[in-house]
């Protein structure tokens, strides 16, 4: 009995690579806090994370207001680890500061809801 030819690759010309995962942060207008397009992932999260420290410097400055806005509704996913950095960014603001996440992956409110019951400064906005 022969040995079994080894596995040959396959030519991968004309296979689209899958692009490496991106997001943008972008101020708002009008309005304290920022819009994010993307998605929070391992590549990611760094950007994520940088975006969140200066959510927590600026909420002393937002003029009187104590809402900061991060629209997410060009956001595909957040993974867990995205997630914590969102919770803990809500835990470190201070003063009566909440978080509005405005229009975020379905699944993120889920995750904050099942891996930190109670959180409070986080409130989500659907509409």
């Known amino acids: 009995m022969s040995a079994p030819e080894p596995a040959r690759l396959l030519p991968t010309a004309g296979v689209p690579q899958q692009a490496a995962p991106r997001l943008d942060v ?5 309005r304290s806090g920022f819009r994010a397009v993307g998605e929070v992932s391992l590549p990611t999260r760094d950007r994520w994370e940088r ?22 509704s060009a956001v595909t996913f957040v ?23 405005d229009r975020p992956p379905d699944s993120l409110p889920r995750i904050l809801g099942l891996l930190w019951p109670g959180l409070s400064g986080i409130e989500v906005s659907t509409s």
């Not at 993974?79 to 996440?101: F, H």
């Open 51 to 72: 975006a969140l420290e200066r959510v927590v410097r600026e909420a002393g400055d937002v003029g009187g207001e104590d809402v900061y806005y991060l629209e997410l």
């Open 79 to 101: 993974d867990v680890a995205g997630a914590g950095a969102l919770a803990d960014t809500a835990k470190n603001l201070g003063g009566g500061c909440r978080l509005v996440l």
């Open 26 to 30: 972008y101020p708002l207008t009008g």
